[in-house]
């Protein structure tokens, strides 16, 4: 059974930083292209960041490029969101995506991690 789960979120001050995991089962991780979005109270969810299956692209949100890094381990399931200078703003719900080449909208959802940065 597809299966993904976040972990890293938590409270942080302005300025911190925080790394984010998504374990996947169940899936072929390697062959999948993943992304990250995020949902802040009372907003519509929004992309963060994506990476590539094959010859890993990254691409970003304007409002997190030079800040944010994704990248992946497919030796252990894993895909990452590095954090760093963390804004009030970014306070919302992490998700991780997932979606087989060729498919347009993510399939693969994790349940969310809460990630809160205090001013």
């Known amino acids: 059974q597809a299966h993904l789960a976040e972990s890293g979120g938590g409270l942080v001050q302005a300025g911190g930083s925080l790394r984010l995991s998504c374990l996947a089962s169940g899936l072929t991780f390697r062959t999948l292209h993943m992304a990250w979005f995020r949902q802040a109270p009372g907003r519509e969810r929004e992309f963060v960041a994506s990476?590539?299956?094959?010859?890993?692209?990254?691409n970003y949100a304007d409002s997190v490029a030079g800040r944010f890094s994704i990248y992946r381990d497919n030796a252990k399931n894993t895909l990452y969101l590095q954090m760093n200078s963390l804004k009030p703003d970014d306070r919302a719900v992490y998700y991780c995506?997932?979606?087989?080449?060729?498919?347009?909208?993510?399939?693969?959802w994790g349940q969310g991690t809460q990630v809160t940065v205090s001013s």
């Open positions: 995506a997932g979606r087989r080449s060729g498919v347009k909208e993510y399939e693969y």
């Open positions: 990476i590539r299956w094959v010859t890993p692209g990254t």
